[in-house]
């Protein structure tokens, strides 16, 4: 595998369901990122972990709850979700996070239908 | 608040028909602005990073510029594999370290 992983591609789950949103990053970077984007609407940052802290959450409701158990792997634990956090789900990485401009790398994305 | 603008929505081309998107922002000190695409079902794939007024970048059929005000990705003769949504994101001296703002795209369609 090569790049930034999601799994799984596709979820539907009930508003009453527990899911999780799976992401790895076989680049080495320090950095982890969850992005919301929602049809019509920009990419919204979500959660920014550096070097498995958790650096930025942006107003992000807790029925999202992110995990960074290391610098490879990033989880999105999701709980009595609503209807309208039906969108795709992105995971980026970058390579150090500590502070300066850099690039960030997109996974594909999980789809999330939320019923 | 930073923000970011970019035109047209979408944009239809004949294919070898060279077209140009806009990208305009407003932020408080810009530290860098972004070029991404991104094909339907996937994530957005990293095209060009520009940081200084004047600087351009080239990429094939694609050459990006910028100005204090906006930024320009120029399509040079496109082909259909070019369509796609072309995003624009910038990152700002006044805002977070690690947020990019996005524009909401301009999407592509090349037709042969």
């Known amino acids: 595998e090569t790049g930034v992983t999601q799994t799984p591609r596709h979820l539907v789950m009930g508003m009453t369901n527990k899911k999780s949103l799976k992401c790895e990053q076989h680049?080495?970077?320090?950095?982890m990122y969850w992005y919301k984007q929602s049809a019509k609407k920009p990419l919204e940052l979500m959660f920014v972990?550096?070097?498995?802290?958790?650096?930025e959450n942006n107003s992000v409701p807790s029925r999202f709850s992110p995990e960074c158990p290391n610098s490879s792997h990033l989880f999105l634990h999701l709980h009595t979700l609503q209807p309208e956090d039906s969108a795709l789900y992105l995971c980026?990485?970058?390579?150090?996070?500590?502070?300066?401009?850099?690039?960030?790398?997109f996974g594909p994305g999980t789809r999330l239908l939320v019923l | 608040e930073d923000q970011v603008t970019q035109s047209p929505e979408a944009l239809r081309l004949q294919e070898g028909e060279s077209s140009s998107l806009n990208c305009s922002y407003t932020?408080?000190?810009?530290?860098?602005l972004f070029w991404y695409r991104q094909d339907p079902g996937k994530g957005p794939e990293f095209l060009f990073t520009?940081?200084?007024a004047g600087e351009e970048k080239e990429k094939e059929r694609l050459k990006a510029t910028l100005t204090k005000k906006e930024s320009f990705l120029h399509i040079t003769a496109p082909k259909p594999e070019d369509s796609a949504t072309y995003l624009c994101?910038?990152?700002?001296?006044?805002?977070?370290?690690?947020?990019?703002?996005f524009g909401k795209g301009t999407l592509l369609t090349v037709n042969p």
């Open positions: 980026a990485s970058s390579q150090d996070g500590a502070g300066y401009l850099e690039t960030q790398y």
């Open positions: 680049l080495g970077h320090n950095a």
């Open positions: 972990y550096s070097l498995e802290e958790r650096v």
């Open positions: 932020v408080s000190g810009l530290r860098g």
């Open positions: 520009l940081y200084s």
């Open positions: 994101a910038v990152h700002s001296r006044g805002g977070s370290n690690y947020k990019l703002t």
